[in-house]
């Protein structure tokens, strides 16, 4: 019986399964078996992962159903004690389930272990750090204010553990990990292993670009966790609420840049502020992100898209003197 059960959604994912795919092959720990959830592709999806011959990959093929009901499939099919989840078009470091599996085994009483992310482009290059927090033992209340570990791709979980809280939400469009993370952070002891070991690919079509579907997503598990959480923890939910509005605003401004992020990218500052006044304290931040939003609006997207660009490297030069 295998240590680890690894499950990888997959849509019409051609591009990027391989790749993806190989990352779990190259793990340095390699007690695991990879189960591949097929959600209906149309695509040579299927055809590519069905070439990789090894005999841990394991594909399961079903009618298109959604990223919620593959995870759950796989959580069905799974028969490893530890189980982590992998989007398709993310990719792992060599040491990743090794190190997490580690973590867990010297921390008995944690049931969650995560690691650090950065992002990378659809063509694998480097783009920005992730927020390389690491948050130790009983994580709820930070997790509340803030998804640290950012996304579905990073945690190495006890099988029993998920099971515990019943999977993962199939009503949610988006946000399911930041649900079901916070679900396990209500009953389990978190670890931290502080180190980059997932690679999230920032793709324009990717679910987390529908800004408007994330931020009602996003303030469905808010509003959830909230109803269920202790009188003692919700004066933290204006504090949420920011820094979710923070998140998106940033997102709304990343390239490719157009009016209509633009005024998405407004409407979230504006949020941003109105859930904590006392954003207004940090002036600067605020000055920039208003500022970019000005440029967005008031240039073609080609034009404010090459002025920022320029603005940022000349700010990394001023930095940097």
Not at 296 to 305: E, G, V
């Amino acid at each position: 019986m295998p240590k680890i059960s690894v499950i990888i959604p997959a849509y019409n994912c051609a591009k990027t399964i391989k790749e993806t795919i190989q990352s779990v092959l190259n793990q340095s720990f390699t007690d695991f078996e990879l189960l591949v959830i097929n959600d209906g592709s149309t695509d040579s999806t299927l055809d590519i992962v069905s070439e990789i011959e090894n005999c841990r990959i394991k594909i399961f093929s079903y009618t298109n159903a959604g990223g919620n009901v593959s995870r759950n499939r796989g959580i069905n099919h799974a028969i490893g004690e530890f189980i982590s989840f992998l989007d398709a078009d993310d990719i792992w470091t060599p040491d990743k389930l090794a190190r997490q599996l580690q973590a867990l085994q010297e921390n008995l009483t944690s049931k969650v272990a995560y690691s650090w992310t950065d992002y990378i482009d659809e063509n694998g290059k480097f783009v920005y750090s992730g927020t390389h927090i690491s948050h130790q033992g009983y994580v709820y209340e930070q997790l509340l204010v803030k998804n640290f570990l950012e996304n579905g791709s990073n945690p190495l979980i006890c099988k029993d553990a998920l099971h515990h809280c019943g999977g993962f939400d199939e009503s949610l469009v988006a946000g399911q990990d930041w649900d079901m993370w916070l679900r396990l952070a209500r009953e389990f002891n978190f670890v931290a292993v502080p180190e980059v070991q997932i690679l999230y690919r920032i793709s324009a079509n990717s679910l987390s670009c529908n800004l408007a579907r994330q931020e009602k997503a996003c303030l469905q598990v808010l509003n959830k966790a909230y109803s269920t959480s202790p009188e003692s923890l919700q004066h933290l939910k204006a504090y949420s609420f920011a820094n979710l509005y923070k998140y998106l605003t940033w997102k709304a401004l990343q390239n490719p840049l157009n009016r209509q992020k633009g005024l998405a990218g407004a409407l979230f500052l504006w949020k941003y502020v109105k859930n904590d006044s006392s954003r207004l304290q940090s002036i600067s931040l605020t000055l920039i992100l208003f500022f970019k939003i000005v440029v967005i609006l008031m240039l073609p997207s080609a034009l404010s898209t090459a002025l920022l660009a320029s603005m940022k490297i000349q700010a990394k030069k001023f930095k940097n003197a």
